[in-house]
């Protein structure tokens, strides 16, 4: 009988423990790149973080773009242009690398731009 209640109890931890940790596990999988559009087309584009460092991305079909730059409200894939800032989120077991979101950003001066 001691057995019984045991091995209940050992099982009810066991999938506590998977509901409790699978989310947090998941969630550390994304990855964030931030840089200006290098190149866009309608299935990937590449980003530069102008470090040296240039990251191609394909598109995802529900692939969000949220835009906090406040200027021009841009929506969709197809509203991002060449130059734009951005962060990708992309998780990092996809090979190639997909953009889940991308979040549009204000433009940032170059170092050495005329104020």
């Given at each position: 009988m001691?057995?019984?209640?045991?091995?209940?109890?050992?099982a009810g931890l066991a999938a506590l423990a998977v509901f409790v940790l699978a989310p947090s596990a998941a969630l550390a999988q994304y990855r964030e790149f931030t840089g200006k559009i290098?190149?866009?087309?309608?299935k990937k584009m590449i980003v530069d973080n102008r470090q040296g460092d240039k990251v191609t991305f394909d598109k995802v079909p529900d692939a969000k773009v949220?835009?906090?730059?406040?200027?021009t409200k841009k929506k969709a894939w197809g509203d991002l242009k060449n130059?734009?800032?951005?962060?990708?989120?992309?998780?990092?077991?996809?090979?190639?690398?997909?953009?889940?979101?991308?979040?549009?950003?204000?433009?940032?001066k170059e170092a050495g731009e005329d104020l």
């Open positions: 001691h057995k019984m209640i045991r091995r209940v109890a050992l290098d190149k866009i087309n309608d949220d835009d906090t730059s406040g200027e130059d734009d800032w951005v962060t990708v989120k992309w998780k990092m077991i996809d090979k190639p690398r997909k953009a889940y979101e991308v979040i549009v950003l204000p433009p940032k």
